[in-house]
């Protein structure tokens, strides 16, 4: 996570942020709820990359974290407790749909944002977001030409109903085009697990029977 500390020194390179040293960073990860264990590791992930920085620079960064569950919908009430409590000067949120939520907030604000996410929208018309994952166009253009590799041509997908799915998704279909056919596409809310498991169970028998009837 390094890099993220790299873009909180090159914000004070930018004339129309103001920051004074410390740097208050908010950081909102699942930290209860189903996802709690993949925020746990990011935190620590911050954590660890924050000592690992110069003593000198350390002193500069300060992080408080707040808990969204991975919720969009308890994204911005977290934003707002870090604000009440810290009065944060970043924030960093994991997650597209969690970085949609809050951007038009911390964009009106004023308040710099650093987004691990996939989805451009996030960023999209906005100066004061930063979109650091890896873009749609990336992931998908390595899948497509892993299917081709293998010879794949016919392919069943199945996700769950999320925005970063539904950027890759966009971006696979494009790419996709005269390369690999979608025969089978289902898409589960967040939290249906089992029944994405029993769809993947029986995923052979129900391709076959598609098969046979497109045929």
């Known amino acids: ?21 410390p740097v208050k960073v908010g950081v909102i990860v699942a930290q209860s709820g189903e996802l709690a264990g993949l925020g746990d590791g990011f935190r620590k992930s911050l954590e660890f990359g924050l000592a690992e920085l110069p003593e000198i620079e350390r002193s500069r960064i300060e992080l408080y974290f707040e808990d969204d569950q991975f919720k969009a919908a308890q994204t911005v009430p977290a934003y707002e407790r870090l604000k009440a409590a810290h009065g944060i000067d970043v924030l960093v949120v994991f997650g597209s749909s969690t970085a949609k939520a809050v951007a038009p907030r911390t964009e009106a604000e004023k308040i710099p944002l650093i987004a691990l996410a996939t989805d451009p929208q996030v960023n999209q018309g906005r100066s004061s977001t930063v979109n650091m994952w890896a873009t749609p166009e990336t992931l998908t253009d390595l ?29 696979f279909d494009a790419a996709a085009v005269g390369r690999v056919t979608i025969d089978l596409d289902e898409s589960y809310p967040r939290g249906a697990c089992r029944k994405m498991e029993l769809q993947l169970h029986f995923l052979g028998p129900r391709m076959r029977q598609h098969a046979q009837s497109t045929s």
């Open 1 to 21: 996570m390094k890099f993220i500390f790299g873009i909180l020194c090159a914000l004070f390179f930018i004339p129309s942020i103001s920051l004074a040293l």
């Open 143 to 171: 899948a497509v030409s892993e299917a081709e590799r293998r010879g794949y041509r016919r392919i069943a997908r199945i996700a769950s109903q999320h925005d970063f799915t539904d950027a890759l998704k966009r971006t």
